[in-house]
């Protein structure tokens, strides 16, 4: 299970710009309670609600299963909104349809917030509860409105992510460590095998690819757990695992990422990429600051790499 990070929680002036957002949102939504969303793999989370006296069934920090919701119906591939004008009347919602009655909502309209790597953050929404129309005019602005807060969040989250892999990148490192290992963990300190020959033998461009690739692989084996990847630099990555591991648990993580990993494509004939870890624990309420942590890890990394490679060594 992996940690919501809930990452807009960081960001500069986000109640600020939610409000404000949702103030101009009202302008062309009046008498309807508006809400702004994320959405992560399973749930929707409420972030920000203006409510007119709706008697709306939907408050800040409300969490959804994201299958028992209107706004898993959105269209982001097509970027386009979604609206129910009398929910009453939408029978192809099934059991989504009850919700939203049992909320007192009767009309609806959700556009999508898109960021501009084309990752969908989550929703901007009016509703009421009684059947209403929605103008066209109404409609463009609530759209105009979502895709200026995307705005917003691309510049927040620049802050926080490295720009080629998508990972967070050391500056989110340093800052939220110690938000996220109250409770103990380990990092893993992982440094690619021979990546110098990529760029010498296949140029910079085949190298991002590869850096890319091994970016989406991390992210992709750290949805089985809590914690989160990040990109120090060049190809150096850390993995922060949270949690009381022991030394076999530790031992199963790193091999069973070892076969993960083996499977990047890298599209390189004659070329096989891999990876040495070095891996630093600690215990919740440890002391250590993280760059001592980082320290410890690099050493058991160099370990690794002076040890055949293609492997792992603990500090």
Not at 26 to 53: H, Y
Not at 62 to 86: H, K, S
Not at 149 to 169: H, I, K, Q, V
Request: charge should be negative; hydrophobic fraction near 40%.
């Amino acid at each position: 299970m992996e940690i919501p990070l809930n990452e807009w929680n960081m960001y500069k002036n986000f109640e600020e710009m939610a409000s404000d957002i949702l103030e101009m949102a009202n302008e062309f939504m009046p008498d309807k309670l508006i809400f702004l969303s994320a959405l992560t793999d399973s749930e929707q989370i409420i972030l920000k609600v203006r409510d007119n006296n709706t008697n709306i069934q939907v408050w800040e920090g409300m969490r959804m299963d994201l299958l028992d919701t209107a706004c898993n119906r959105i269209d982001f591939d097509r970027n386009a909104p979604l609206i129910f004008e009398d929910v009453r009347k939408e029978n192809h919602l099934n059991g989504v349809q009850r919700i939203l009655l049992d909320a007192n909502i009767n009309s609806y309209i959700g556009v999508p917030i898109i960021l501009h790597n084309g990752e969908a953050f989550g929703t901007l929404c009016a509703v009421e509860a009684s059947a209403a129309a929605f103008s066209t005019k109404s409609i463009q602005m609530f759209q105009r409105i979502a895709k200026m807060f995307s705005f917003y969040l691309d510049l927040e989250r620049r802050a926080y992510r490295d720009s080629l892999t998508g990972l967070y990148n050391r500056e989110f490192l340093s800052k939220h460590f110690h938000d996220f290992s109250a409770s103990g963990g380990a990092l893993f300190f992982l440094d690619l095998d021979g990546f110098k020959k990529v760029n010498d033998l296949y140029g910079h461009d085949k190298g991002d690819e590869v850096l890319k690739e091994t970016a989406r692989k991390l992210e992709e084996y750290m949805k089985r757990y809590s914690g989160f990847a990040t990109r120090l630099g060049g190809d150096e990555f850390i993995l922060n695992f949270v949690g009381l591991f022991d030394s076999e648990d530790l031992h199963n993580l790193a091999e069973n990422l070892l076969v993960h990993l083996s499977s990047t494509d890298t599209q390189l004939a004659d070329f096989r990429l891999s990876v040495s870890i070095g891996i630093a624990s600690y215990l919740p309420g440890d002391s250590k600051p993280l760059n001592t942590l980082l320290k410890n890890a690099d050493h058991a990394l160099y370990r690794a790499k002076t040890q055949g490679k293609d492997t792992f060594r603990f500090y």
